[in-house]
């Protein structure tokens, strides 16, 4: 995709081949990835143009998480502030500003009932802890054989082991693992469509699923409102009501997974939980929570769920990783959190989520374009075939955008900065791309 790579870009491109792995790669990578020298606002600023391009609107915000751009100042002046405080410390026995700041934060802008934060390092790893808090939580109140975990297929809850469980069993790379993985129970897919009166037959199942396995599950593991890399797919916020329901009625955890959804993204509301009023037990947030700058994510709990591994055998939460509650992470998660709320975040994700509907309209007349989706700043366009990645890429980039398509998939997320005429680009972009793909 290079026009050329000179001097030290090539020599940085072959060592990288050589040596690096990438998401989802082969060793050696087949495909050169671009080089990316900046960035700034939402646009990534090449070492070497690509297709003519030196610089690229952003469609994918880093994956979810860069929601105010790139190299922001307020967000700059933050890690700078805290790098000349302290970096790290470790946590046991010790604690810090922006870890204390930021867990009263999310707790206060979270569901009420959540009372309890956990600062992990990643989105998986947080994942990780949620699942713990749950186990160890039916172990300490008696109740040891309530260890599976039930989700919906269409799922993805990220790549460490027991996340790995909960994702689709069929799609993406988690088959390679089936017979080595816990074995969870699985639910259909929820059927799609967020505005769409939640199906009874569905609700039904649901409820009935819960029910048979409730003497063995520990909890009910959802993204709530977007399944996001698993398929990038909506669905009714009523059905968030029927979990809870059912796991209040038969003794099951609920636990959701906001790293993708949180922090406005689906528009409307901060967490997608929020769409339709319900309070899980266990929340994960990560992603934008630190406005793309770190690796940060948070595990939160109610009281009941804390109380209750508190009673037990051994009434700690045995979980505690090296660079838990980095202060560096913490005090940019705060600085972008303050950046958000003190805008009018709704109107912002509102105007990217008019853009997007306009702007991917044209993609629905595309021959070999199944759907054409958008929810919040979430724009989605599912092919009727696997997408050609290189060719779909490449078309996008030639308009001088970064897309990363999947799967079946060509879709954006941009940041909520991103302005109209950009989000235009990106919008035609994304056709292009369909159209290559
Ligand atoms: C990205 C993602 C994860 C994993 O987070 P990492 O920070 O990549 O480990 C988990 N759940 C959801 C819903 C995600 O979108």
Known sequence: MRDDAPGASGELLELDRRHVWHPYAP???????????????????????????????????SWWSALHGYNHPVLNAAARDQLERMSHVMFGGLTHEPAVRLAARLVEITPAPLEHVFLADSGSVSVEVAIKMC???????????????????GGYHGDTWHPMSVCDPDGGMHRLWSGALPRQVFADAPPAGFDADPEPAYARSLRELIARHA???????????????????????GYLRVLREACDEHGVLLVFDEIATGFGRTGGVLFAADHAGVAPDVMCVGKAL????????????????????????????AHGPTFMANPLAAAVANASVDLLLAQDWAAEVKRIETGLVSGLAPAAELPGVRDVRVLGAIGVVQLDHPVDMAAATAAAVSEGVWLRPFGDLVYTMPPYVTDD?????ICRAACAAARAG
Not at 33 to 49: C, D, F, I, Y
Not at 232 to 237: A, G, K, L, T, V
């Open 135 to 153: 186990l160890q939580y039916w172990r300490s109140v008696g109740r040891p054989a309530k260890r599976r975990l039930l989700t919906w297929r």
């Open 421 to 425: 005429a950009d989000l235009a680009l």
């Open 290 to 317: 630190t406005g793309g700058y770190l690796s940060m994510a948070a595990a939160l709990c109610t009281s009941r769920v804390a109380d209750g591994i508190s009673r037990g055998e051994f009434p700690v939460l």
């Open 27 to 61: 060793m050696p990578g087949r495909t050169p990835p671009l080089l990316v020298e900046s960035a700034s606002g939402v646009r990534l600023r090449l070492a070497e143009p690509a297709f003519g391009k030196r610089e690229l609107v952003d469609g994918m915000a």
């Open 215 to 237: 003497p063995e599950l520990a909890a009910v593991v959802v993204e709530p409102v977007v399944q996001n890399a698993g398929g990038m797919r909506f669905h009714s916020p």
